[in-house]
């Protein structure tokens, strides 16, 4: 009976002690956390240089017209720069050329 609890004992150390390390294995973790640890440090800083610089206003809505560009209500050639939408989510409409029929 001791001989099959000895024998018993010794597989379930080994058993055990398989799923260890090595501290080659180890020290190639602690690199490559090292590693991830410096990019996340260098990325959380782009982010703030990014967050405290000026964002670009976007430009203001425009017809174009042989690269011209014609604000809304601008009437050339018998089109009129307009919106044919709603505006969405704050966003502005989209402005187009429509066709302009002056009704009197």
Known sequence: MKKITGVLLAITAAASLSGCATNKQLDETNTNLAVLQNQISLLSQSVQVQRSQPQPKPAAPACLLGGQPYSKGAVVAGRI??????????????????LYTNAR
């Open 81 to 98: 720069c307009t919106s044919n939408s709603i505006v969405f989510m704050g966003a502005p409409a989209p402005l187009e050329w429509q």
